[in-house]
Structures are given as C-alpha cells and as structure tokens.
C-alpha cells in the first residue's frame, strides 16, 4: 500500500510564493516519477510538472520558468516551488507517485492542497 501526502498551500497574494511538498510513504522500492496536477473546479486536471529519479524535469508551459520541480529519492519526498504566483494559478494542487513496489508498478494520488491567490 502506497500512501501520497500533499502540504504546503495555502492563501497567497499575487506575486508571491509557495512551496508544495509531497511525500510517498508505505512499499515503494523506486520511484519512476512523481509530478504535480492541479486542477480548478469543472475543469479537467492539468499536469504542472513532473520529475523522475534522475531529477529530469519536465514542465507546462503556463509555469514559464515560475516553478521548479525538485525531488529526494531517499525521502521519497518531491517539492514545488512556485513564485510569481498569478490568479490564474489558483487550484487544487494534487501530487501523483509512479512506483514499483517489488514487480508491480502502480501511480498513487494525494488528496491535493489548496492554492488561493487573492488580494
């Protein structure tokens, strides 16, 4: 059993910043990837960025060089940086775990954070 916490939202005024974090915890033997969605009510989840072991990151392009991806392995621990933050950036945040746990591979969700920008 895999369990995948988000932390860190909250209420932010434009320009400002947050830092996300999300931790995957119980029988992961490797992590694939681990990425960041986010999505607003009636509206489809969108993929924010997404990091794999190697720390290769990949990001949408609505962050335009505003987030950064980072992850620790060992802690199996993945953070979010956002600056600038916009209001359009408001959303629920959820984080997402591919990992083998022995010969299967599964992708976990967290419950999600949320994100208000608001002044």
């Known amino acids: 059993q895999v369990q995948v916490v988000e932390s860190g939202g909250g209420l932010v005024q434009p320009g400002g910043y947050l830092r996300l974090s999300c931790v995957a915890s119980?029988?992961?033997?490797?992590?694939?990837?681990m990425a960041w969605y986010r999505q607003v009510s009636g509206k489809q989840r969108e993929l924010v960025a997404s990091i794999d072991r190697f720390a290769n990151a990949k990001y949408a392009e609505f962050t335009r060089n505003r987030f950064s991806i980072s992850i620790n392995n060992e802690l199996k621990t993945v953070w979010l940086q956002m600056t600038d933050l916009e209001t359009e950036d408001a959303a629920v945040y959820y984080c997402?775990?591919?990992?083998?746990?022995?010969?299967?591979?599964?992708?976990?969700w967290g419950q999600g954070t949320q994100v208000t920008v608001s002044s």
């Open positions: 119980g029988t992961i033997d490797n992590i694939n990837t």
């Open positions: 997402n775990a591919d990992v083998w746990s022995g010969t299967d591979r599964g992708t976990y």
